[in-house]
């Protein structure tokens, strides 16, 4: 009899991967993730399949890019018929839940889980949709903008710590009620946050935290407009910069809040291990982020970029399979979908055919792989496909519109020098891009884009028309079988209600 363990996923918004080169930097007050780290397997330069929340997210639960399960913006449907970890776990036998955000557009709002404790805080529609054919477009009511900077500093309460502290109440709730054992099978619980995500402000509490921090402005300072390379420019002038005068002041308060909203994560993610270990149950757990934030750094913000600050996420996981410590193997979040099933004994060989990630356990085995990592971009502040390849120390990007990028992220991890014009670097350009254009015809892949974008703009206007059914997930409270009811026998009610059981 194969035994399945309990799995537990941590997942956070936007979190800048450079800040984790072992686990939390020395500097981040986060004891919970670093005591985490100390017992995981710990990927310092794992990538999102795409820069950006719902294609990043889909990627992470399918173990498909974004070219191949059609989620390529925030306003892409993720359709029913894409198996997710979800739907793996689940068909073996696991009790699936998720508590918290995953950025499903489209009316499944559910994809694999058995049950979802809160609603999302994103809308399930297409009124999100990037329009390539109005390159230039600046869609107001709902693209970033600088605001989240200037407007950055201290608050109680926000839309997003109310979300958090839901999202985090229903996840220890959760786990108190698998610690009962009224169902034996085992589970898997996907709790999944907001935060560090803009707008930047944090608790007063966690922002103190940092008032002597030595790291509230970024390495490499803004760069003129004009020097930038096109795709940058296209993320500046979506995130109308024009508009917007920002000081010193407002970018070591931005880098404040969002290290302090690393300490309230991690003050939550506290409180859900500490459930877990009191109601005496194991997990494998797994610590992941969406995709990063440039945090200001060459005078970015926010993700849209395949630059490290945006593109790369923090990774842990602690298994007994696999060995603490430290792997620099490039891997990508496309590769967790795999990676539980292959953890849970659970077979993906009916859709790996289909499927891009691969499993991560052997590296943590002490094994190796020399596959090219591969991240995609095709939403918003693009006007057409980018690509981009991680392998070994080297990072490739490519767009039918831009010059060729080349970097080393070894001598150069600020990727500050493009060598794809380098004589010397010639041969390693001509074999990336052979790897490239194996993997992806651009051409096929915009056409692709463009029609999604399309068709989504005819329903999203229509369906605006007359009565408006919402896709947004509803959370289902059955509040007659809660507490105390007169269907139920108090004696029994009582004692299966409490861990441990009373005599």
């Not at 997210?57 to 498909?64: L, V």
């Not at 922002?207 to 390379?229: G, S």
């Not at 090219?372 to 991680?390: D, G, H, N, Q």
């Not at 509803?474 to 009811?485: G, I």
Request: proline share 6%; net charge negative; hydrophobic share 35%.
């Amino acid at each position: 009899m194969v035994t399945r363990p309990n799995i537990l996923i941590l997942m956070v918004d936007q979190l800048n991967g450079t800040l984790f080169p072992d686990g939390p930097a020395d500097w981040l007050h986060a004891p919970n993730l670093k005591k985490l780290a100390a017992r995981s397997t710990r990927f310092q330069n794992a990538y999102t399949a795409s820069p950006l929340c719902a294609p990043g997210r889909a990627a992470f639960m399918s173990g498909q890019l974004p070219s191949q399960n059609g989620v390529y913006d925030n306003a892409a449907e993720f359709v029913s018929s894409i198996p997710t970890y979800a739907h793996h776990l689940r068909r073996a036998g696991y009790q699936t839940c998720l508590s918290g955000k995953m950025h499903f557009v489209g009316p499944d709002q559910m994809h694999g889980f058995e049950e979802r404790l809160t609603t999302d805080i994103y809308p399930a529609d297409f009124g999100w949709t990037p329009d390539y054919r109005k390159p230039g477009e600046r869609i107001e009511w709902w693209y970033h903008n600088m605001g989240s900077v200037t407007g950055a500093g201290v608050a109680e309460i926000t839309n997003q710590l109310e979300y958090d502290d839901e999202v985090a109440y229903n996840a220890c709730r959760k786990l108190y009620d698998y610690g009962r054992g009224a169902d034996e099978r085992p589970w898997c619980m996907t709790v999944s946050f907001t935060h560090p995500h803009d707008p930047y402000v944090a608790r007063k509490k966690y922002w103190d935290l940092y008032e002597d921090c030595d790291h509230l402005m970024p390495d490499v300072a803004p760069i003129p407009y004009e020097d930038h390379d096109a795709h940058s420019k296209r993320i500046f002038d979506a995130n109308d910069w024009r508009s917007y005068e920002l000081t010193d002041e407002m970018v070591q308060r931005s880098r404040r809040a969002y290290f302090a909203n690393i300490s309230y994560l991690d003050d939550k993610i506290g409180d859900i291990l500490e459930v877990l270990d009191s109601t005496r149950q194991e997990a494998v757990i797994l610590f992941v982020s969406d995709h990063g934030d440039m945090l200001g750094e060459r005078g970015l913000w926010f993700k849209m970029s395949f630059f490290e600050g945006s593109a790369r996420v923090p990774m842990m996981i602690a298994a007994p399979e696999m060995q603490a410590g430290l792997i620099k193997t490039p891997v990508s979040n496309i590769d967790v979908c795999p990676t539980l099933c292959d953890l849970a004994g659970v077979s993906m060989d009916d859709v790996m055919p289909w499927t891009t990630g691969e499993s991560l356990v052997h590296l943590g085995q002490g094994g190796t792989r020399d596959t090219p990592v591969a991240i995609e971009y095709a939403a918003e502040a693009s006007y057409a496909p980018m690509v981009s390849l991680r392998y070994d120390k080297w990072k490739y990007n490519r767009c039918l519109l831009d010059p060729d990028q080349l970097f080393d992220l070894e001598a150069d991890p600020h990727e500050l020098t493009n060598l794809a014009m380098s004589e010397d670097h010639s041969g390693t350009l001509a074999s990336l891009q052979a790897k490239s254009m194996a993997r992806w015809d651009l051409e096929r892949f915009d056409q692709d884009v463009r029609q999604s974008q399309a068709k989504r703009w005819v329903v999203y206007e229509a369906l605006r028309q007359g009565g408006y059914y919402p896709w947004d997930y509803q959370p289902l409270q059955k509040a007659s079988e809660r507490y105390m009811r007169n269907h139920m026998d108090l004696n029994i009610l009582e004692n299966s209600k409490r861990f441990p059981r009373g005599e």
